[in-house]
């Protein structure tokens, strides 16, 4: 039985086992984008996970009762299924597997994030009802898988799962374990003008430290339009930042979860462009190369750090017109 894979070995064709976050930064490897390394602890673990632990049907016997209408039953559901979880005992061979693979990426804080296997298709996106854990240290690893396991379960995601119809379906989860980059600038990318849904444009958003701040909302990113067939920018919206989400580096040394912050921007960065024109077409570039690959618009995650762009995801974009 297969516990974890690296992404060298998952493809596009994976998404039933590694979830659809882990088939795609396999997808990507394999293609030479510049995907930061990384492992999928397959949803095979987390299924072997609930058989030992005879769980399995307690979970469904409580999802089946929940009143889809009522916050009280999701929210009490939700409480009920993730307490059972965190509270059960990760196999141990599953255990030493998924310590031995992140000593193998040789480095101290790695990206924990959930993959459910019936996600990121284009009609259905479980992008923004599952748990992720930055900075994550050996220390805390083993926790957060745990963690994203549960996060299958939260309120949210049991109303996704029914809103969408998904009940009668099999819907398990996969975690991805990837190098952490400590982002110097962050953003997303559409390969397709989500607005105007112009085909031959796409927007790329930029701001200083972590995507999260961007992806939760905390800030206005730079706004940059590129012409796809003259690889020419033809807007550039500046927007003023007053702080960034970083790595709480005062509690490194306490190794304590998820351990990020919000920190001021320094002043001189506050007003000015987070990328410069040739880094905007440098970055367009390889996420022309991700949408020609799939064939189809995609959103992509992305991370710059010590003069290298990363992607630490991409999905097709599920809100164009059909």
């Not at 609930?50 to 409480?79: F, Q, R, W, Y």
């Not at 009920?80 to 255990?95: G, V, Y």
């Not at 009668?168 to 607005?195: D, L, N, R, W, Y």
């Amino acid at each position: 039985m297969e516990l974890i894979r690296n992404f060298s070995k998952l493809g596009k064709n994976d998404a039933g086992i590694a979830g659809g976050k882990g088939a795609s930064l396999g997808e990507m490897t394999a293609a030479g984008i510049p995907v930061p390394p990384g492992f999928v602890v397959l949803a095979e673990s987390f299924e072997r996970f609930l058989t030992e632990n005879g769980i399995g049907a307690d979970i469904d016997s409580i999802l089946s009762k929940v009143n889809h209408k009522d916050t009280n039953s999701v929210d009490g559901a939700s409480a009920e299924i993730q307490s059972i979880i965190l509270n059960s005992k990760m196999p141990a061979d599953i255990e030493t597997e998924i310590l031995k693979y992140f000593a193998e990426l040789n480095t101290e804080y790695v990206a924990v994030r959930s993959s459910a296997t019936a996600e990121d298709g284009s009609n259905d996106s479980w992008a923004g009802e599952l748990e992720s854990y930055l900075n994550t240290t050996e220390e805390n690893l083993l926790e957060n898988v745990k963690n994203c396991w549960a996060s299958l379960f939260t309120p949210r995601a049991i109303f996704y799962r029914i809103e969408k119809e998904m009940h009668a379906e099999k819907v398990s989860v996969a975690v991805v374990v990837q190098k952490m980059i400590e982002s110097e600038v962050s953003g997303i990318c559409f390969t397709v003008h989500p607005v105007t849904e112009d085909h031959n444009q796409m927007v790329l958003e930029a701001g200083w430290g972590l995507g999260e701040a961007i992806v939760g909302g905390l800030i206005t990113p730079d706004n940059y339009v590129v012409d796809k067939a003259g690889m020419t920018i033809t807007d550039c919206y500046i927007s003023e930042q007053l702080i960034k989400i970083t790595r709480d580096k005062k509690q490194d040394t306490n190794k304590i979860q998820n351990s990020n912050v919000q920190i001021q921007v320094e002043e001189k960065l506050r007003e000015i462009q987070k990328l410069s024109g040739d880094k905007i077409i440098e970055l367009a570039k390889i996420c022309l190369q991700i949408e020609k690959h799939y064939g189809f618009p995609c959103d992509i995650e992305w991370a710059y750090e010590k003069g290298k762009f990363y992607i630490v995801q991409s999905r097709p974009i599920t809100t164009l017109s059909k």
